[in-house]
């Protein structure tokens, strides 16, 4: 079953790229065009269908591009984002000092404690400790160790850990918006605008507060 799955899955992303470079054709581009665009579709419509296999696709699209002269070297390295790659692991390597130290559990642990058998405190408390969190580290960290603290949780007391799940995703994604640490997106803005912290602090921080007190209600 699951490998007609994996075909069928296969076809369609065939006979998208064809229709897709067909109709690229048919619009009169040239064929370096044609073959940038198949390539770019290539990419997407295989990061979307085969999500696990994302980075090959990428990689494969970039050998091609470089491997039929539609990009060079020089091109490549400069449209790279070589300063936010570097924040990035900047960034990854911080986090991991703190998650190898095992503050985050730390963290968390101690407010379970602080705050005891309070079902509606305790998930108002994990949501903005999930949202100020993705707001200085990343939204990945965040989401990865309240998710998992929240699974946790959910088992001990027996309750369906889904709802709460959602829960953390939501404020995890909200607080992630708050600073230009957040996410990737929001260093390649700041990078690419001449943004500072404090004008994320200043512009979107008030936002995202909202929006989690929305969630929250």
Known sequence: MRTKFIKRKQII????????????????????QVFSLSIFFMI??????????????????????LALGLLDIPHLIEFSGRDIILFL??????VGFLEENHFFESLVNTLVQYIGRRPL?????????GAVSAALVDEVTS????????????S????????????QVFATNIGSSATVVG???????????????????RSASPISLCALAVAIL
Do not use: C, E, K
């Open 183 to 201: 996410n990737p997106i929001g260093v390649m803005i700041a990078m690419r605008a001449g943004l500072t912290f404090q004008d994320f602090l």
């Open 121 to 129: 405190l305790l998930v108002v408390t994990l949501m903005v400790v």
């Open 13 to 32: 992303y065939s006979l998208i790229i064809l229709a897709l470079g067909s109709l690229a054709h048919l619009a009169g581009f040239s064929r370096n």
């Open 143 to 154: 989401i990865l160790f309240m998710t998992a603290t929240m699974i946790h949780l959910t």
């Open 156 to 167: 001990r007391f027996g309750v369906n850990p889904v709802p709460f799940v959602i829960l």
């Open 89 to 94: 692991v900047g960034m990854m390597i911080f």
């Open 44 to 65: 997407i419509f295989g990061t979307l269908l085969f999500w696990r296999f994302r980075l090959p696709f990428a990689m494969i699209g970039i050998f091609l591009l």
